[in-house]
């Protein structure tokens, strides 16, 4: 599977839930793919997807998933570490 059909399944899996696309590229494709009110674009904004999706989860309270590349995970693992620690968060 490729990037694209990828990010396509998330979006078709996720029609009311809010979704956090990291990276300009992946921001790019998911928006060429359906743009939603309930997409949010982090464009120059790398290793803050996780963090931005514990703040839309724990505001939401309702499940809210994020996209996000290796090369931004890695510059932000406290967001993941973080995130784990918040047991009944619902963040995918």
């Known amino acids: 599977m490729n990037r694209e059909n990828a990010i396509r399944?998330?979006?078709t899996a996720t029609r009311h839930q809010p979704v956090i696309f990291t990276s300009g590229e992946l921001s790019r494709i998911a928006r060429d793919i359906a743009d939603r009110p309930t997409h949010?674009?982090?464009t120059d904004s790398i290793g803050l997807a996780s963090s931005t999706g514990i703040g839309v989860a724990l505001q939401t309270r309702g499940?809210?998933?994020?996209?996000?590349?290796?090369d931004s995970v890695l510059t932000n693992l406290a967001g993941l570490?973080?995130?784990?620690?918040?047991?009944?968060?619902?963040?995918?």
């Open 9 to 11: 399944s998330i979006i």
């Open 40 to 42: 949010f674009y982090l």
């Open 63 to 70: 499940t809210t998933v994020v996209v996000d590349g290796y």
């Open 81 to 92: 570490v973080t995130a784990g620690m918040l047991t009944n968060l619902p963040l995918v």
